[in-house]
């Protein structure tokens, strides 16, 4: 049976999702002859082209389907993900090709397949994947039909030739799950099986072997994953399990993630005109719950759908028309126990929310020649005011996962009068942008090497328009290093860093770009952050929120900091920055 | 080979360290060294390839992995020429590509240089299996 096979993440995504929709690929045009995938299969105990042909179409569907799967299995903490994308592009190529082949020869369209994925192979996993069907081809030659035997030796063949292809094979990847295949194949042939039980044997060796790869590949392990390839490799095969039980493949299996993942704080922002109720409701289903049916069931009342799971607990998260606010409630009243039910306007809520900062109001300071002229790299327009105020005369877009270029440093100051120009990168990651801005221009430039915004402002605090340029930079050199900067977002991932854990959609505090601090709500990670800062030996607290926040909670939260420590003098300002909750400095 | 440790001086990159207790210099054999075990890593290489007609006729495929790569110094950036093998089958552009990246990551994690560009010489193919 094809339960949901634990995959280690799966993310649903809407048209609402925080983070917008993730780019849609077209499936090739349903080839005529499929029959209706709720029929099964009779058994047989051949494949010949045509069914293969419709095997492998089964199985790039539900690739295709479940590609975001595939994607959102990173290494990095960066969500840079495109193994499910490659893998589904290089089966399409090959899908096209097969396509066009209407023989009833096994052998021949493997061959077709083969070829399909060379040339259309995207990425390593792609590649690979390549291989796979290479030697697949090779082995199957001109054989009318597969059976038990040529299976088993179709598969020792792939793992083969896969392995051939590189040097060093790192174990733990989709290269292992291949190989596992391939032994499994060859049990299931010595034992006497026949398809479709093949078939069935082979995915479950491919979803262990997938369960395995973090105990053969730590990275894996460190960041929580399994590996993507062997999981798309792993997706395929048991898109053509699912066909040959008659089972849908359009549709992904979802999971439910963890309670302290759902961050409905975000879902706020996306309110869509007519959604003007916000209901949560906690419940225990009084059997297991049909995810599939009650997503279902909850779109046809509203929108943002967000379900997490904790023990028996589950959490349900909607926006819906107000005359139809109760229907949720009714509706999971029916499936168990409610056990909390919140409901807030949210065409209330949006009417408190501050409009987005206008930056045409900011002014810079402006310079003449022989003057010094300072350039700061500001994420967010609440910054760069700040920046403006202390007398910056340009501004780069840019910081966290938006590094600017050397160009872009170069043409925010090249237009300037001024010879003599300081940059203050506020990142680490841009420094040596800045740095590399000397050798591009006839200026004199010095860079601040401010890692964060705080230090970026201390060093604005020294600057002076006048007077050599050394000295001055001397100056703001040293004003850095009396800060203490701190920085609280969400993490993307499950992690262990530092001796610290962090679990995905934790609040995560760094304290001059190192982690210290991780807490399940805002309020209880700024506290835990400003105490690792040491704010008790200090005077002046200074809160810059981003664009997550509201005024109305960056306000309340900062009136919990004021009471918390009130033997310091606490300020509030609006930086605007995305991704960071708060940047704030100690001093 | 063009990143001869004899030749001193030109062939090492300085880097200022940020703390300033003293400098730190990388020979660009070290660079070399590190960027055929990222190429060498990459699915469908297959081998590194020697330089030189002598070398190549002796050995197809470089004995010192080193020889597979030469660095040089373009206004303060890395620009590396990297000579592979690789093997028959694969789609060569995606498998140079992949080299390209794994060689650039690898390279600007470890020693934080800049790499302006990555060169991919594809020197020839093995064939382990004729279609």
């Not at chain 1, 991932?493 to 854990?501: A, P, Q, T």
């Not at chain 2, 890593?41 to 002598?54: E, I, K, P, T």
Request: charged letters at 20%; proline letters at 5%.
């Amino acid at each position: 049976m094809s339960t949901f096979r634990g995959c280690a993440l799966a993310i649903r995504i809407d048209d609402t999702h925080p983070f917008g929709r993730m780019p849609e690929m077209t499936l090739p045009s349903h080839p005529k002859d499929l029959p209706p995938t709720t029929v099964p299969i009779p058994p047989a105990s051949t494949i010949d082209g045509k069914l293969l042909k419709k095997l492998v179409y089964a199985g790039l569907t539900w690739l295709n389907t479940n590609q975001q799967t595939i994607n959102s299995l990173n290494v990095f903490p960066v969500p840079d993900g495109d193994t499910g994308t490659n893998m589904s592009l290089t089966m399409q190529a090959a899908w096209q090709e097969v396509a066009k082949n209407d023989s009833a020869n096994a052998g021949q369209i493997a061959h077709s397949i083969a070829h399909g994925a060379l040339m259309g192979a995207r990425g390593n996993s792609g590649v690979i994947f390549s291989q796979i069907w290479r030697g697949i081809a090779r082995s199957l030659d001109a054989q009318n039909e597969i059976d038990a035997g040529l299976f088993a030796r179709a598969w020792k063949e792939a793992r083969e030739t896969a392995y051939k292809g590189v040097v060093r094979p790192v174990e733990g990847t989709i290269l292992t799950v291949a190989s596992d295949i391939a032994t499994a194949a060859e049990k299931a042939r010595c034992e006497g099986c026949h398809f479709p039980e093949l078939i069935f044997r082979v995915v479950d060796a491919a979803d262990q072997s997938v369960q395995r790869t973090p105990e053969l590949l730590p990275v894996l392990h460190q960041a929580g994953v399994v590996d993507a390839g062997g999981k798309g490799l792993f997706f395929f095969l048991e898109g053509m399990q699912r066909y040959l039980e008659g089972k849908p493949l359009d549709k992904p299996l979802m999971s439910v993630p963890p309670l302290s993942s759902l961050d409905l704080s975000l879902a706020e922002e996306f309110v869509e005109e007519g959604q003007d109720f916000e209901i949560v409701v906690d419940f225990i289903p009084s059997a297991p719950l049909d995810l599939q049916h009650f997503y279902a069931s909850l779109e046809h009342m509203g929108t943002s759908i967000q379900i997490g799971q904790g023990d028996d607990l589950y959490r349900m998260h909607i926006h819906v028309p107000t005359d139809k606010r109760y229907e949720p409630i009714d509706f999971i009243l029916q499936l168990g126990t409610v056990s909390k039910v919140a409901m807030e306007n949210l065409q209330e809520q949006t009417s408190l929310h501050h409009k987005k900062p206008d930056s045409s109001d900011i002014v810079f300071r402006k310079v003449q020649s022989g003057q010094i002229a300072a350039v700061a790299v500001s994420p967010g327009t609440g910054l760069t005011r700040v920046f403006a105020s202390l007398g910056i005369s340009a501004v780069v877009p840019g910081g966290q996962s938006m590094n600017p270029s050397t160009q872009e440093i170069l043409n925010a100051f090249s237009e300037l009068p001024a010879e003599k120009i300081i940059i203050l990168p506020n990142n680490k990651n841009i420094i040596m942008a800045a740095e590399q801005t000397k050798a591009l221009t006839k200026k004199q430039i010095a860079v601040i090497p401010s890692r964060t915004i705080p230090q970026g402002i201390a060093a604005m605090l020294a600057f002076q328009n006048d007077g050599e340029l050394e000295a001055v930079r001397q100056a703001m050199n040293k004003a850095i290093d009396g800060i203490q900067s701190g920085e609280l977002t969400l993490a993307t991932r499950s992690v262990e860093m530092n001796g610290v854990r962090v679990a995905e959609g934790q609040f995560i505090g760094m304290l001059n770009g190192t982690l210290v601090t991780t807490g399940n709500t805002l309020e209880e990670s700024l506290m835990k952050l400003l105490r690792k800062m040491g704010v008790e030996n200090h005077e002046l607290v200074t809160l810059y929120w981003g664009e997550r926040l509201t005024h109305q909670s960056a306000n309340q939260l900062t009136d919990k900091v004021r009471a918390a420590f009130p033997a310091q003098q606490v300020e509030s300002y609006e930086g605007g920055q995305p991704h960071y909750f708060f940047i704030l400095s100690v001093e | 080979m063009r990143s001869n440790p004899e030749r001193k001086g030109k062939n090492r990159m300085k880097r200022e360290p940020e703390i300033s207790l003293g400098s730190i210099r990388i020979s660009l054999h070290a660079v070399s060294a590190l960027a055929s075990q990222a190429a060498l890593s990459s699915y469908g290489v297959v081998g590194m390839a020697a330089r030189g007609w002598f070398e190549s006729w002796m050995h197809p495929t470089a004995k010192d992995p080193r020889q597979g790569v030469d660095v040089h110094i373009v206004k303060d950036k890395l620009s590396l020429d990297v000579y592979v093998i690789l093997e028959y089958g694969t789609r060569i552009s995606t498998v140079a590509d992949s080299v390209a990246h794994a060689v650039r990551y690898t390279v600007e994690k470890a020693f934080h240089l800049p790499v302006e560009a990555v060169n991919v010489h594809v020197q020839g193919l093995r064939v382990s299996n004729p279609d």
